[in-house]
């Protein structure tokens, strides 16, 4: 029953997303924003909107006096890998992957970095108020600095075909969806640890990370299929910048949050060689080839074994 209910709660997560990203985007478009900034800015964050609402149900209960910091760093922290590692590998095995050098070098450094900060915030064991509010202030200035580049305005987007007001009750359908499946993610997937004697963190990191990284999946792929592939990945990597930087942030920035030192030992680390690798062959391939994305891909599911085997 906890796992259908789970289920339910995933299934919901990623409803509430599509029909959030289907109003934003269409407002997007109505109001003339680009591509690139729809691709990189709102589809990215408007995809993370379940992470987000997982870690702000999840802090509140902290509040209340419920030990959920496990799932709020272990969900973002999965769905980061799920994204880089089980999506990213996915997309590569259909579509040939390219990215620019600048897009690479520039996004891939801030990235890279939003891991090590989140690391070293995370080493004492705890993630401070302090701390959360500058992890949302780091992404705050990595968002408004890709907002201002005028080198990734490239061009403007025809109108959508919905009705201004259709995507604004579009946007609001979806946050709704979005909360109430959030709570009913949160409450299933500590009762379903609880139930088998599994680790909380294994339900965050493999289940709800791997879950709630549907809305990329589908996006990455659908981008693949039409043949927009820079969109795919810009997504994938604004998304993983999203995921490591706020919904921890903003969980820290309502109470203090433990950092589990397994996940600082294991997770991160693991985290930042993922990436460095997907990044390493977008330099110097100009692009992930199946065989490497199958590599990758390979890497991720190799985790999850491990995960598993010591759950």
């Known amino acids: 029953m906890e796992f259908f209910a789970l289920l339910l709660g995933l299934g919901g997560l990623w409803l509430g997303t599509e029909a959030t990203i289907r109003g934003a985007v269409s407002i997007a478009e109505r109001l003339g924003v680009s591509e690139f900034i729809v691709g990189v800015a709102i589809l990215s964050i408007g995809s993370d909107l379940p992470e987000l609402a997982i870690a702000v149900d ?9 030990d959920a910091s496990d799932l709020v760093v272990g969900s973002s922290l999965g769905s980061s890998l799920g994204q880089i590692g089980f999506v990213l590998g996915a997309a590569g095995l259909i579509a040939f992957l390219t990215l620019p050098r600048r897009v690479v070098l520039q996004h891939g450094a801030v990235l890279l970095g939003s891991i090590v900060f989140l690391g070293l915030f995370g080493y004492d064991g705890i993630v401070t ?10 992404y705050a200035i990595y968002l408004w600095l890709l907002l201002t580049d005028t080198r990734n305005h490239v061009g403007e987007e025809e109108g959508g075909h919905a009705s201004f007001v259709a995507s604004i009750l579009y946007l609001l359908i979806g946050l709704a969806i979005i909360v109430g499946s959030a709570e009913l993610t949160v409450e299933s997937a500590k009762r379903l640890a609880v139930s088998f004697n599994i680790e909380q963190s294994f339900i965050a990191i493999i289940i709800i990370g791997l879950g709630s990284s549907l809305p990329e999946l589908s996006i990455s792929l659908a981008a693949v299929i039409k043949r927009r592939t820079h969109l795919s990945v810009g997504n994938l990597i604004g998304s993983n910048v ?12 309502i109470t203090d949050l433990q950092f589990n030192p397994a996940m600082l030992r294991f997770e991160v680390p693991f985290l930042f060689i993922l990436t460095l690798t997907v990044l390493h062959v977008f330099a110097t391939t100009k692009g992930i ?15 999850a074994v491990i995960k598993f085997a010591t759950a």
Do not use: C, Q
Request: hydrophobic share 55%.
């Open 58 to 66: 999840a802090a509140i209960k902290i509040v209340n006096g419920v």
């Open 129 to 138: 108020r302090t701390e959360g509010i500058s992890l949302v202030i780091l």
């Open 242 to 253: 999203f995921d490591t930087l706020v919904p921890v942030g903003v969980a820290a920035a």
């Open 289 to 303: 080839k199946r065989y490497e994305a199958a590599i990758i891909l390979e890497m991720y599911l190799g985790y």
